[in-house]
């Protein structure tokens, strides 16, 4: 088994920043890569942004690119998302989920981050 624990979320206002972690524990497996996904009420679970854990290419959801970057830590245990220039409809819980081979395998419980004024 696999443990993805996020944590960053909170309340932040339009314009501001936040950085979210998820870190990795449990038995040792090898990802294809670790990615962000999103929910807001009421809508559809949203692609945001992944990285390949052997090369570090990262891809980006049309709506976040530019304002959030993915890395990851030097151990490979931990992904972050930098998350910038906020907006209103950036409001969701963000999930953090392994990828391996073509399936999203681990998740974690997921983090809520409120964009308000």
């Known amino acids: 088994q696999v443990q993805l624990m996020e944590s960053g979320g909170g309340l932040v206002q339009p314009g501001g920043s936040l950085r979210l972690s998820c870190a990795a524990s449990g038995r040792a497996v090898s990802f294809s890569a670790m990615s962000w996904f999103r929910q807001a009420p009421g809508e559809e679970r949203e692609f945001v942004a992944t990285?390949?854990?052997?090369?570090?290419?990262?891809y980006y959801g049309d709506s976040v690119k530019g304002r959030f970057t993915i890395s990851r830590a030097k151990d490979k245990t931990t992904v972050y998302l930098q998350m910038n220039s906020f907006k209103p409809e950036d409001t969701a819980v963000y999930y953090c989920?392994?990828?391996?081979?073509?399936?999203?395998?681990?998740w974690g419980q997921g983090a809520q981050v409120t964009v308000s004024s």
């Open positions: 990285i390949t854990w052997r090369a570090g290419r990262t």
């Open positions: 989920a392994t990828l391996s081979g073509s399936e999203y395998d681990y």
